[in-house]
């Protein structure tokens, strides 16, 4: 999910660079939703983690 964020981020910075900015707008867009969602699992997993009675991953 990173991974896709980080993938869209590049392509909204180049698409920038180049001029296409309604295509930066889009990409950027999609660049923070998989974030948050990306933020959200990992704080739910810490959750469940920490609920189970398992230490943190190092």
Same mark, same amino acid.
């Given at each position: 999910?990173?991974?896709? +964020?980080?993938?869209?981020? /590049?392509? %909204? *910075? ?9 295509? +930066?707008?889009?990409? +950027?867009?999609? %660049?923070? /939703? *998989?974030?948050?969602?990306? *933020? /959200? ?5 810490? /959750?469940? =983690? %920490?609920? =189970?009675?398992?230490?943190?991953? +190092?």
């Amino acid at each position: 999910m990173l991974g896709w +964020a980080i993938t869209f981020l /590049v392509i %909204a *910075l180049i698409a920038g660079v180049l001029g296409f900015f309604g295509i +930066a707008g889009v990409a +950027a867009t999609i %660049a923070k /939703v *998989l974030f948050l969602i990306f *933020l /959200v699992l990992f704080v739910l997993s810490l /959750v469940a =983690r %920490a609920l =189970r009675g398992q230490p943190p991953p +190092a």
